[in-house]
């Protein structure tokens, strides 16, 4: 069985790009990026699929300075099409919070503004849709896929809130050991 570690939760972006590649692979949800990369180095992950550069928002820097730390071989890539929901618990009211990725939060910065939502930054997208969820908040929101709205059980409010529409995320696919290359996949 083939595992392939991404950072953030079950429904985050890093899972359906890597998907997308490999479908066939288990999703190995890490907490950070560099626990992604602790994956792979100590054997625990055959893969790890990681975004280095958004169309909105630019270079995720902090995956620059971890690859230059590691030996693993860039093996393919792909370009995940970002369509951020608003998301909320079915019995939410006096909604006055947004939680999600600070990535996240950045790209839908006019959205937010227009709405007079206090962004609350998270370790995820998915994740802030867990969070809420799990602490039943009602006064919240989060920012993530509309899978992540799906494997939670949760409501989209609106679809489509990014302040550009086109809004991609760039994802490398990478091993420790060499593999054959890939051509690069846009997922729209």
Not at 71 to 83: A, D, S
Request: aromatic letters at 8%.
């Amino acid at each position: 069985m083939v595992r392939v570690a991404f950072q953030g939760e079950r429904g985050a972006y890093g899972e359906m790009a890597a998907l997308q590649y490999l479908p066939r692979a288990t999703p190995d949800p890490k907490k950070s990026f560099e626990d992604v990369f602790d994956a792979a180095e100590n054997g625990a992950a055959d893969y790890i699929v990681v975004p280095v550069e958004n169309s909105i928002e630019g270079s995720v820097n902090e995956i620059y300075d971890l690859l230059l730390q590691t030996k693993m071989m860039v093996i393919g890539e792909v370009y995940q099409r970002v369509r951020h929901c608003l998301i909320a618990n079915r019995d939410a009211e006096n909604i006055k919070y947004v939680h999600s990725h600070p990535q996240a939060l950045a790209q839908c910065r006019k959205y937010l503004q227009r709405k007079r939502l206090e962004p609350v930054p998270a370790y995820d997208t998915a994740g802030a849709v867990k969070t809420i969820k799990e602490k039943k908040m009602i006064d919240s929101v989060a920012i993530a896929s509309r899978r992540a709205a799906e494997l939670y059980d949760m409501e989209i409010l609106e679809e489509d809130i990014q302040d550009r529409k086109n809004n991609f995320t760039r994802f490398l696919l990478l091993s420790p050991k060499k593999n054959r290359t890939r051509m690069a996949r846009v997922i729209a």
